[in-house]
């Protein structure tokens, strides 16, 4: 399958601030690919440059076989991370007004497009009131249904669900595996990792301007094996008799629970063994890695920064992603 | 649809169908209306009736034939049937002037202004006092008592030599008064026979050394405090009146005559042009012109503009912005939204324009604006338009909050205040080398041109063509400058910057 985006050795400052430092990617075709990163790490940079809002300074970049969005804007769908409607525009008229702007025709074939859409995701009823009059929840659903319209070969979504609910973030992540299934290429951008974890087939991990992974989910699981061994015991003992296990390098107390982080060498199953030998166990399992395990396990190797730096970065989601 | 076209469409549509438009549109013509026609209803209310009395020292102790003294004739003129007679004279000339010019509603409306100005006639005693009455005593009643309830409302002492030339007195007192009494006497027993200037001679031979113009008294009057102006002028007018028909009378001059040699018509000039004659107003009136064409661009372009910014404003603070820009690209939007607001302008140069031809051709001053002006002024229409809009546009897209461009919008305001100032010294010599000068800077140059272009004396063709060219060269650049600036501004949050910044913006890229 050919690749829908290309980007070579593209870096972007903005003033001292490198946000994005010769980032080289390849987004296949019909890929659902998750962007993760902390806040500030680039990604929306790296999206805007996509979208050729913002001009790299150096490097080269393709996006649907042109020399830049420019050319192709009208078979991409795009829900920014700063996203708003007009506030006195009605539901309907807005979303005629984008589809246009996007190069849709207008007339009747658009107007019972976006009569499908609003109802399909509930706001039928809301057609003819002014945007404003909308939740915000509300909003974002029109918002999506803006970017999807004119059926774009190539979807990008920057966090599309911050400040949604559980059961429409559920039917807004519904909506875009549908377009997903219908052939887009999807990117999907967020500093929530698990969210990633559950949608892409790809990801992307993007740290201080560089990427520092770049690789399907199932082959970062492998590769990520666990290394860990989660122990929850029966009586309160300390996890002294674990620690002194061949091939146990550090046991941790994370949630109540022991974690023995193996040396290199170690067979995670051996180990396993042994701990049952040795303690009153209630329950004993491999430690599967989530992303930001594995976020963190590739920063601290690449930077030195401690874990905890690099967790409170990630979680700490206040500091806000520079604009263009 | 060309989606420049597109978003000028949205721009100018959900511009013009705010009631903010409407209502803002609609708001000048309104002021202007009220401003003509109300406030003077308003300010003008009737006059306060008055009821009181007039007293007269008449010291000139002069009688006509019939014995009727001063004091007698200004009873007269205040008599109720005499101030109905000049009410209705009044009417019916103000009428007249009114219908020539207006029409008849213009001339009955004007009418039943000029009924409400004139109020119900005052009801006013004149009372004659004695010749040896204490002025000063007598002042003391202007105080007492209510202007409408019968107090007095001035005191007149006619001077003794008022009517009948005599030596002037320089000091009031009884002796000096009878002598001047005499002396009138005399003058008027003299006179019959002899024509005026052969009694001034012989006065002058009288007293020799005296100037004879000098030889002439009048009257001293005291008023009450706060009396109505159109009390005060009456007043004036009759005592005056009094007075130089009785000199006429005792200088032996048949005042009929005499009004009849003095009075020459002289009727307004008629002004001869193009399509057809009319009266003159008594001025230049290239100066409304001049006025009316500055405001014209003023007023549109400002409005314009500021919608411009706002929207450009809106667009990023409603965070609208970059989905747009996934669509378009930046220098699409700026130009679709400056189409657009020039549409919104060029209706509002169009509203003013029309309501202003309409008024001018009602009215029969049509010729006062040339064709070629009206298109002069629509060319630089468009070039302070663009020029502004690129400043507004830039402004927008630099701040976050409509508060936070006040700073940055400071130094536009002061540029639009130019045209004010000069106003006054374009109008009065619109080819001066200043003019000239003014005419040729850009940002200023199209409000310059549109004033000096409706000053009487014509401003060479070269200069208009000069001006031109500056302004479309400029719009060229602004145009240039603000698409950089609004290329990054746009998506740029938080600390509003300042215009080093933005002089950078433009270096960028």
Known sequence: ?324 | MNRTLLVALREFVSTVGTKGFIIGTLVFPAIMIVAIVLVPRLIDDKPPRYVGEIAVIDRSGWQDPQGRTLVDVLRQAYAPETLAAEFEAQKKGVRAQVEQQLGEAGAIAAEQMLEKQLGELPEIRVVALPEDADIEQEKQKLLEGSPFEGGRLALIVIEPNAVVPGVPEPAESAGSSERGTDGETVAQEAAPGQDEADARGGEAGEDAGAPSEAAYGSFRAFIRAHLDDRFQDPLRRKLTEAIRSARIQAAGEDARRLAALMHVQAPRFREVTETGERESAGGELGIFVAMGFMMLLWISVMTGGQYLMTTVITEKSNRVMEVLLSAISPRQLMTGKIIGQMGVALSILAIYLTIGVVALDRFNYLDLVKASSLGLVVVYFFIAFFLFAALMAAIGSAVTEVTEAQSLLTPVMMILIIPWILFVPLTRNPNSTFATVMGLIPPISPFAMVIREAGTDPVPMWQHAAAIVIGVVSVLVAIWAAAKIFRIGVLMYGKPPNFKTLLRWVRMA
């Not at chain 1, 829908?4 to 994005?20: C, S």
């Not at chain 1, 909003?139 to 669900?161: G, M, R, S, T, Y």
């Open chain 1, 1 to 324: 399958m050919s690749d829908a985006i290309i980007m070579e050795r593209v870096t972007k400052t903005f003033g001292e601030k490198v946000a994005v430092d010769g980032l080289d990617l390849r987004v296949r075709a019909g890929g659902l690919y998750g962007f993760i990163g902390p806040n500030g790490a680039g990604k929306t940079t790296t999206i805007r440059m996509i979208m050729s809002i913002i001009f790299p300074d150096a490097g080269r970049l393709s996006v649907l076989g042109r020399a830049s969005a420019v050319e192709s804007k009208d078979r991409i769908g795009y829900l920014p991370e700063e996203r708003g409607v007009y506030r006195k525009m009605r539901v309907g008229r807005f979303l005629e007004y984008m589809a246009r702007l996007k190069g849709h025709p207008p007339g009747s074939e658009l107007k019972r497009k976006i009569r499908d859409w609003l109802e399909r995701v509930d706001l039928a009823a809301e057609e003819r009131k002014r945007c404003e009059e909308l939740s915000k929840g509300m909003q974002q659903k029109v918002q999506f249904i803006a970017c999807v319209l004119h059926e774009p070969e190539l979807l990008i979504l920057d966090e599309p669900f911050s400040g949604l609910d559980p059961v429409n973030m559920r039917l807004m992540r519904d909506l875009f595996l549908e377009q997903h299934e219908r052939g887009a290429t999807i990117i999907f951008s967020t500093h929530v990792m698990h969210q990633a974890e559950q949608l892409c087939d790809h990801i992307v991990m993007i740290d201080r301007g560089h990427k520092v992974l770049d690789d399907s989910l199932e082959a970062i699981r492998a590769r990520f094996a666990p290394r860990a061994i989660q122990v929850d015991l029966l009586d309160d003992g300390d996890g002294d008799a674990l620690a002194a296990i061949e091939g146990v390098r550090i046991v941790e107390r994370i949630d109540g629970m022991l974690v023995l982080n193996l040396d290199d060498r170690s067979d995670p199953v051996e180990v396993m063994r042994r701990a049952v030998d040795r303690a009153r166990v209630r329950r004993i399992e491999l430690r599967q890695p989530t992303l930001e395990d594995v976020f963190i396990a590739l920063v601290r190797e690449g930077s030195g920064r401690s874990e905890a730096e690099i967790r409170a970065e990630i979680r700490g989601a206040s500091m806000q992603e520079v604009g263009a």
